[in-house]
């Protein structure tokens, strides 16, 4: 688990909560698994391109700001 893993796992999970969606809503909007976005979210994953783009376009969100933040907050 590196810090960018971390990262984008506590954004995921904040960007998921403010939606008000559940990890089984999100993983099937993303075509994903429910169990998937848990090992996400405590970044015990680290999610490819793809998947990053998926759970952008669900949640409605740029990647590039994704990315971004994952950086500032990694770099705490």
Do not use: W
Request: glycine letters at 6%; one cysteine or more.
């Amino acid at each position: 688990m590196t810090e960018l893993d971390k990262a984008f796992g506590s954004l995921l999970r904040e960007l998921r909560n403010e939606r008000a969606l559940s990890q089984e809503a999100l993983a099937a909007d993303a075509g994903l698994t429910r169990n998937y976005i848990s090992q996400l979210e405590l970044g015990s994953k680290c999610p490819s391109l793809r998947t990053v783009f998926k759970l952008c376009k669900v949640l409605g969100v740029a990647p590039e700001d994704v990315v971004g933040e994952v950086d500032r907050r990694s770099a705490r």
